[in-house]
T-cell receptor, first 111, second 114 residues
């Protein structure tokens, strides 16, 4: 399975941008990059996904490197509610289509 | 629209018993997956159902089983419970089978085995 590597933890100040990195050097051409987050005492929540091009939605932006070996989730203005574990996941085409969660990045937002 | 509903939210069982957890997906979603979350192992995939057929299974013993009904609702069953089965069990639904489709998770069922 294609693997992802994320920092264990990151801190940000409230109302500042946050850049959460993810390395996926073994990504293949048809693998989608998905980001989920899990707030305390909640199930994971979809954030964003992309294949090759950068993507934006109401929650965040996803910047994908040209060689696709890394990506960055960008929260434009962090709020206290954004404190969560953020998971970068590769969705692999083929028979095994489950979400394979790593350990994620614990984001702490400081007031 | 209503989200993914899991029942019950909390459950306490004794070793050796069996348990059935229920998941109602978002209306129109045909794919339901189950995950186990523990502090030590994190989130681990159990199995996925699509159109009443199990499409994929994680690396769990046969004591863990599931099924999906014609209305897409799903149940998972754990027989002969062990202390190590204490975990948060999460269900996720997806509209389609495509890998680009986002998954919507329920709040989970917290199972405690004593």
């Amino acid at each position: 399975d294609a693997k992802t590597t994320q920092p264990n933890s990151m801190e940000s100040n409230e109302e500042e941008p946050v850049h959460l990195p993810c390395n996926h050097s073994t990504i293949s051409g048809t693998d989608y990059i998905h980001w989920y987050r899990q707030l305390p005492s909640q199930g994971p929540e979809y954030v964003i996904h992309g294949l090759t091009s950068n993507v934006n939605n109401r929650m965040a932006s996803l910047a994908i490197a040209e060689d696709r070996k890394s990506s960055t989730l960008i929260l434009h203005r962090a709020t206290l509610r954004d404190a969560a574990v953020y998971y970068c996941i590769l969705r692999v085409s083929g028979s095994a289509r489950q979400l394979t969660f790593g350990s994620g990045t614990q984001l702490t937002v400081l007031p | 629209k209503a989200g993914v509903t899991q029942t019950p939210r909390y459950l306490i069982k004794t070793r050796g018993q069996q348990v059935t957890l229920s998941c109602s997906p978002i209306s129109g979603h045909r794919s339901v997956s189950w995950y186990q979350q523990t502090p030590g192992q994190g989130l681990q995939f159990l199995f996925e159902y699509f159109s009443e057929t199990q499409r994929n299974k994680g690396n769990f013993p046969g004591r863990f089983s599931g099924r999906q009904f014609s209305n897409s609702r799903s149940e998972m069953n754990v027989s002969t419970l062990e202390l190590g089965d204490s975990a948060l069990y999460l269900c996720a639904s997806r509209l389609t089978w495509s890998v680009s489709t986002e998954a919507f998770f329920g709040q989970g069922t917290r199972l405690t085995v004593v």
